[in-house]
């Protein structure tokens, strides 16, 4: 069974080949609408949009989930020394990766924006 849908900002599709029920198509289908809309960094209502709006500002409630899988970033963040790095959507957005026109920032954007990229300032309270 083949489905496809759009999330998380891009085209997905799933090919389950193991006698999968519609229902547990759908339901898988389900989850990642829901992760989308707490995780998607372009919808403004997610939670990972209020932490990026908050960032500096204030502190950000999020859900269980949400932190368990920022408490995992981190740890990604940590294991590959930053190559990965939780908090690089600053940059992505500077440099409008994801967008039809693309811009190379000047020298001065890229010294503001890297002070905002760095796994190390993601502060989690729980």
Not at 30 to 48: I, N, T, W
Not at 74 to 97: H, M, Q
Request: some cysteine; aromatic content about 8%.
């Amino acid at each position: 069974m083949i489905k496809a849908f759009h999330a998380y900002g891009t085209y997905n599709q799933i090919d389950i080949r193991d006698g999968i029920s519609e229902s547990k198509m759908n339901e898988i289908i389900e989850k990642a609408f829901r992760l989308d809309r707490m995780l998607s960094a372009f919808l403004p209502e997610s939670e990972v949009s209020l932490i990026n709006k908050n960032a500096g500002i204030k502190e950000t409630h999020i859900s269980p989930e949400t932190c368990s899988l920022l408490q995992k970033a981190i740890k990604y963040s940590e294991l590959t020394g930053g190559a990965f790095d939780i908090t690089i959507r600053p940059a992505v957005k500077l440099w409008n990766f994801g967008y039809q026109t693309k811009k190379i920032p000047s020298r001065d954007e890229l010294v503001i924006i890297k002070e905002l990229v760095n796994y190390k300032k993601l502060h989690i309270n729980m």
